[in-house]
T-cell receptor, first 116, second 117 residues
């Protein structure tokens, strides 16, 4: 069974500082990995994904994530945080079976608070 | 990216009534849509997978007769909460993948906040 762990319920960072939101995963095969952001009372917005290829993935709003196979991690990063980045961030994984139903599993979410 | 529209955004109903939530893919066809439930400060819980033209696949522990799902066309799936009770109050979110896409990102609706009095 696949799983995703986001070890931090909340991350606080000062505006202008770099931010990291952690994610580790467990799958039986090769993973598809995703980051989504959720603002209050809204649906989720896709930020970026890793399928294959370059381990450093660049996404929306200046975010990037690094796939590390040996550490089974996919941490979300941004060089300089903005107050408007404050939101709830979800890491997700989708296994890649040869056929059949492919379920996406979400982490528990990390609340990012950027302090002015 | 693809757009998924969810309606209504907010709904308040009396206990014992039924509520229907619609999920539409606006600029693409979705053979598969997903319904999630999100409790406060918690992650998304997959309730069911909605397949166009066939019965939905429910996750373990989700009552099929309580949460009726219909996927009558390639652009519309509906979730009906039947005989709603206060414990059904939650944030319901639908999502869809573009037809044929195997790269996997989901496109989400804006969510529907259900409050049962």
């Amino acid at each position: 069974a696949q799983s995703v762990a986001q070890p931090e319920d909340q991350v606080n960072v000062a505006e202008g500082n770099p931010l990291t939101v952690k994610c580790t995963y467990s799958v039986s095969g090769n993973p598809y990995l995703f980051w989504y952001v959720q603002y209050p009372n809204r649906g989720l917005q896709f930020l970026l994904k890793y399928i294959t290829g370059d381990n450093l993935v660049k996404g929306s709003y200046g975010f990037e994530a690094e796939f590390n196979k040996s550490q089974t991690s996919f941490h979300l990063k941004k060089p300089s945080a903005l107050v408007s980045d404050s939101a709830l961030y979800f890491c997700a994984v989708r296994d890649m079976p040869s056929g059949g139903y492919q379920k996406v599993t979400f982490g528990t979410g990390t609340k990012l608070q950027v302090i002015p | 990216g693809a757009v998924v529209s969810q309606h209504p955004s907010w709904v308040i109903c009396k206990s014992g009534t039924s509520v229907k939530i619609e999920c539409r893919s606006l600029d693409f066809q979705a053979t598969t849509m997903f319904w999630y439930r999100q409790f406060p400060k918690q992650s998304l819980m997959l309730m069911a997978t909605s397949n166009e033209g066939s019965k939905a696949t429910y996750e373990q522990g989700v009552e099929k007769d309580k949460f009726l799902i219909n996927h009558a066309s390639l652009t519309l799936s509906t979730l009906t909460v039947t005989s709603a009770h206060p414990e059904d109050s939650s944030f319901y979110i639908c999502s869809a993948r573009t037809q044929g896409a195997n790269t996997g990102e989901l496109f989400f609706g804006e969510g529907s906040r259900l409050t049962v009095l």
